[in-house]
């Protein structure tokens, strides 16, 4: 139905103004829904397409399955703390689990065969034979998934989980060589690193400065 597309995406871009994201994350739901939205149709409100990245986020959230509505939200916030590439499938669990969303790499499938996924993640493979590593699409989805949190406490949180890691695998661990210091910096708690002569032996002294 052509001329209904064209109706439909007029009204998307008008909402979304220049903002892809936010085009693209209206889309997608609308695209795949049972019925079709027509702005001509009686009782259409234009309220009801978003206009921003919040309120696009929020009605693709809202229109998941319950079951699965709370959980995305966390999986999604656990990579807002994500450094550098991102995290592996195990760190992304890890860092979910220490924010309080319990996860299984089920529902991490689950999250990337999701028709908007290409609007959320973002996956690499940062070195041959190397997990691929994932983080959020665009900066404007870790903005608005951060303004309601306690991002110091968080960041304490996710500071323990690495060094449990770190006691397990004596610094070996890319990530947390890479970015320990930051997530600690974010806690206010790098003394607690700098008192581990294991760290400062395996750290590359040039990530370490910017926190002294």
Known sequence: QHALRDRLTT????????????????????START??????????????????GEALSKYLDRLP?????RDRGLLTALVYARGAGLDDP??????????????????DALRRSPAADYLLQTTTTER?????TRLFHQALTDELIAPRDQSCDESALLDVLLSLAQRTGWQDRY??????EHAAAAGRLDQLLEDPLYLLT??????????
């Open 66 to 70: 319950d079951n699965r509505q709370q």
């Open 129 to 133: 034979g190397a997990n691929p590593v």
């Open 176 to 181: 947390l060589r890479e970015h320990a210091a």
């Open 11 to 30: 009204v998307i871009a008008d909402r979304a103004g220049r903002n892809f994201l936010v085009a693209a994350m209206a889309a997608v739901p609308l």
């Open 36 to 53: 079709p939205t027509d702005p001509e149709a009686k009782g259409f409100d234009r309220a009801g397409i978003p206009s921003g990245v």
């Open 203 to 212: 750290v590359d002294p040039l990530r370490l400065l910017p926190h002294l």
């Open 91 to 108: 760190a992304w669990l890890a860092f979910a689990a220490a924010l309080g969303y319990g996860a299984s790499v089920a529902d991490l």
